[in-house]
């Protein structure tokens, strides 16, 4: 005991020992900075003078100078956002002598008309000797625009630009511009600089602005006409630090098939905004956030992030939830439980709840309640068991993580309105609304780290979108992924409701959502609008919340839209005609992508077929070939085409391009269809995605003579 008692105080003092050199070294750097700034502003001399001299009379001051801001940088470090230095090129016409002036004026005059264009020669001439022989003006700006790091480059070889700052009077005034090679994807998520203060003010940018922002500089100016900061000499009294890099976890390809398939959904319904997160199972990684709103013209842009502020009422994807909570209180077998559900209306404590199935589902088990996600059903089995213990409900919730925010490390994240007892709006209605997802207010992230926890076995996982802060090429803090110790609920209970996720796609939205090669799990919501304190008939908030390969998870993928409107009932009440068909084109995308999660080739090529599967670029053909092992593609033609006619065999024909006809497309990606067409001349239009299967114009010559081709893909 002695002894730890002996060794926690020599630890203590070595602590204070560190922080005593730590406080000296702080103290010495300060001296040395101010001894520096002494010594710029009465000994370093300009032209002869010393700075606090040449000051006075000139209108010296000190400035900072801007840091670099870091870069942003996505999973496979391809470039979200950069600093691009751009230059306002000026000129003191006073600081040349007179020898040089005279000799070089003409030179430069010529070459400002030829490169600037915004006067001419003599005009550029005349304008630079008025400033030159001006009492009170010196300083002119030689382009009203600015100017790249590349054009600099060759201004820096012109007169009056090559002598040294001191004198040749050609100088640059520095600002940067923030750039996004992938803009607009992910605009909102990457976020935005502000213009006034340089300083990030949403999305990534303003969650990690101070490790983007660096440390500026501080450096001697001259003030000059129009308020312009000029700089001066190389005295800097202390240099710039660039901000450091941050390389996030979204990855460009996921985020394009996740708004591609958003947009044209949105469009489709001209829903008023819509959102997709994707996100691994194991990590909590996220892949991709898209959020479009409509603005106008059914243009759809990244304004607002729904994803992390948009909440609203779930509606039934928040059914899972409280079959979680009556499966953990209960131990119920939900395949023998039964309700009554009768006709499709049920009067409720002075409310009518209906479900969406005209007629309703009569008798069901607790597992078809989910299935069929029964609004009568679910409220039914709710009354059943917890009418009595509402805070027994309430309690599951909360180890549910329901009840309070991810803690994604991102600013802005809304967090959720559950409501407990002690609520001022809770009524003695509240239990019955919850149970279906009404009467709280949760945003798309919140409820996807709840699907994602089902599908990781019942293991929470915080969301997170940065991976590491780097300083150059220094990991200064690496992100690991917070995975809650405890799972939310048993085991049994994640086995059942894993059935019940995917029976809902088996059995309720076989059309929509189901696929031949992978099997997905999840569960719709429609939720009436709350406006004005009324849930409004006709005004829906729709989703889907699931998780794919059911088997194996990897992904959690959750799709919202608002507010989508059609003259068909059935878009404007199932979400499952709405959101679940976003869900599955990115789900589909995503596993032609991902290798790691599709069968063996061997289990899905069938023993024969006569259908063209691949057509395409000869030398892109022989790549596939000669990776699947199967027949190799003739060499004859710039484009081929393959059928697949017996297992692991292919029989191919090469395609002749001529520039008079127009070639047989089926079986070509858009890509190449579209390459050979607008080569030839054409205006090429398309519905549908994949594969070309019809063309409008048949292969042979154009004796129409019409220069537009549609082309019907699948």
């Not at 660039?242 to 996921?254: C, Q, R, V």
């Amino acid at each position: 005991m002695r002894n730890d008692i002996e060794s926690g105080q020599n630890n203590k003092k070595a602590l204070i020992n560190r922080a005593r050199t730590v406080g000296w070294l702080l103290f010495l750097l300060a001296v040395l900075v101010f001894a520096k700034l002494i010594r710029v502003q009465y000994y370093d001399t300009f032209k002869g003078k010393t700075w606090a001299e040449y000051s006075l009379k000139n209108d010296l001051k000190l400035d900072t100078i801007p840091a670099m801001r870091g870069n942003i940088y996505s999973s496979d470090n391809s470039l979200l956002a950069t600093s691009l230095p751009y230059y306002y090129v000026g000129f003191d016409t006073k600081v040349p002598d007179s020898a040089y002036f005279n000799k070089n004026l003409d030179k430069l005059s010529a070459l400002l008309a030829k490169n600037f264009g915004e006067n001419t020669a003599d005009g550029y001439r005349s304008k630079i000797l008025r400033y030159r022989n001006s009492k009170t003006k010196r300083y002119l700006r030689l382009k009203s625009r600015q100017i790249t790091h590349l054009e600099r480059e060759k201004i820096k070889e012109w007169p009056f630009f090559t002598k040294d700052r001191k004198g040749g009077g050609g100088k640059f005034e520095t600002i940067y511009k923030r750039y996004k090679p992938f803009s607009p994807l992910a605009d909102r998520t990457i976020g935005g600089i502000d213009p006034k203060s340089g300083r990030g003010y949403i999305g990534i940018e303003a969650s990690f602005d101070k490790e983007l922002e660096g440390k500026s500089g501080i450096e001697w100016v001259e003030m000059v006409e129009g308020g312009v900061k000029i700089p001066v000499g190389d005295a800097l009294n202390v240099q710039p630090e660039a901000g450091k890099n941050i390389y996030t976890t979204l990855d460009m390809s996921y985020q394009d098939m996740a708004e591609i398939a958003l947009r044209r959904k949105l469009t489709e319904m001209q829903a008023d905004f819509g959102s997709v997160v994707v996100m691994e199972v194991a990590t909590g990684e996220i892949k991709a956030m898209a959020n479009l709103t409509k603005r106008g013209n059914d243009k759809y842009e990244e304004v607002f992030n729904y994803a992390l502020a948009g909440s609203n009422d779930p509606g039934s994807t928040f059914k899972l939830a409280t079959m979680m909570a009556l499966l953990e209180e209960t131990k119920m077998n939900p395949d023998q439980v039964t309700v009554n559900t009768g006709t499709g209306a049920m009067r409720f404590r002075n409310h009518t709840i209906k479900d969406a199935h005209r007629g309703g589902f009569g008798t069901i088990t607790a597992s078809q309640v989910l299935e069929k996600s029964s609004n009568i059903g679910i409220v039914l089995l709710m009354q059943r068991y917890f009418a009595t213990k509402p805070d027994s409900y309430l309690n599951y919730l909360k180890r549910f993580h329901l009840t309070v925010p991810t803690g994604i490390r991102m600013k802005g994240e809304k967090p959720p309105l559950i409501r407990d007892r002690s609520s001022k709006h809770w009524s003695n209605y509240s239990l019955y609304f919850m149970a279906h997802g009404y009467e709280m207010q949760m945003t798309p992230l919140q409820t996807l780290a709840f699907y994602n926890a089902v599908a990781n076995d019942g293991y929470w996982v915080r969301p997170m979108i940065v991976r590491e802060i780097r300083n150059a090429e220094d990991v200064e803090d690496k992100m690991i992924p917070y995975v809650e110790e405890k799972p939310i609920c048993s085991p049994e209970t994640i086995r059942k409701v894993k059935k019940m996720l995917e029976g809902v796609v088996e059995n309720s939205l076989t059309k929509t959502v189901k696929n031949d090669l992978y099997r997905i799990a999840g569960k719709t919501g429609t939720a009436r609008k709350l406006i004005n304190g009324v849930y409004t008939e006709g005004k829906n908030y729709t989703s889907f919340a699931g998780y794919f390969p059911a088997d194996k998870p990897k992904y959690s993928c959750i799709v919202i839209i608002d507010n989508p409107k059609s003259s068909g009932a059935d878009y404007t009440r199932y979400a499952g005609s709405v959101a679940a068909p976003v869900f599955k084109e990115v789900a589909d995308r995503i596993y032609a992508y991902d290798v790691s999660i599709q069968k063996p080739l061997k289990d899905s090529v069938p023993e024969v077929s006569q259908d063209v599967k691949w057509a395409g670029k000869t030398s892109d053909l022989q790549i596939i070939s000669k990776e699947l092992k199967l027949t190799p593609v003739p060499e004859d033609e710039e484009y081929a085409a393959g059928s697949l006619f017996k297992k692991g065999k292919t029989k191919w024909q090469s395609r002749s391009i001529d520039a008079r006809d127009i070639p047989n497309l089926q079986g070509m990606p858009m890509r190449d269809a579209l390459y050979i067409m607008e080569n030839k001349g054409f205006t090429v239009t398309f519905r549908g995605s994949g594969k070309v299967v019809e063309q409008s114009l048949p292969p042979g010559s154009n004796r129409s003579g019409i220069k537009t081709i549609l082309l019907t893909l699948q």
